[in-house]
């Protein structure tokens, strides 16, 4: 049996809604997990219920990668002659979270 395309809309009937922020937390939680495991690499993952309660998955200090993205959102934002100062990987890793349309609110 193959599954059918969910529609990207607002789930309308509460419990459903609340049912799937539920599994798909979880999921989205599970596979920051295993991205960082098995890449090595630093992960933040920050949700907020409806109802404002938090929900965060951090591979290392929340509080450092919060920092650490701030610093290259910083960066990325700096003229051409600046940014050549800086280590290409470094740039390349802030731009591309640039790109991805990545929004905190401070």
Same mark, same amino acid.
């Given at each position: 049996?193959?599954?059918?395309?969910?529609?990207? #809309?607002?789930? @309308?009937? &509460?419990? *459903?809604?609340?049912?799937? =922020?539920?599994? %798909?937390?979880?999921?989205?939680? /599970?596979?920051?997990?295993?991205?960082?495991?098995?890449?090595?690499?630093?992960?933040?993952?920050?949700?907020?219920?409806?109802?404002? #309660?938090?929900? @965060?998955? &951090?591979? *290392?200090?929340?509080?450092? =990668?919060?920092? %650490?993205?701030?610093?290259?959102? /910083?960066?990325?934002?700096?003229?051409?002659?600046?940014?050549?100062?800086?280590?290409?990987?470094?740039?390349?890793?802030?731009?591309?979270?640039?790109?991805?349309?990545?929004?905190?609110?401070?």
């Amino acid at each position: 049996m193959v599954r059918g395309k969910t529609q990207m #809309k607002r789930i @309308e009937n &509460a419990t *459903s809604r609340q049912v799937t =922020l539920s599994k %798909r937390r979880n999921g989205l939680l /599970k596979k920051a997990y295993e991205l960082s495991v098995l890449c090595d690499a630093e992960v933040g993952l920050i949700v907020f219920s409806p109802s404002g #309660k938090l929900y @965060e998955f &951090a591979s *290392s200090s929340m509080q450092k =990668l919060l920092e %650490r993205y701030e610093t290259c959102s /910083k960066e990325c934002g700096r003229s051409e002659t600046n940014k050549k100062q800086d280590t290409q990987v470094q740039s390349q890793f802030c731009c591309k979270f640039k790109s991805m349309n990545l929004k905190f609110n401070w």
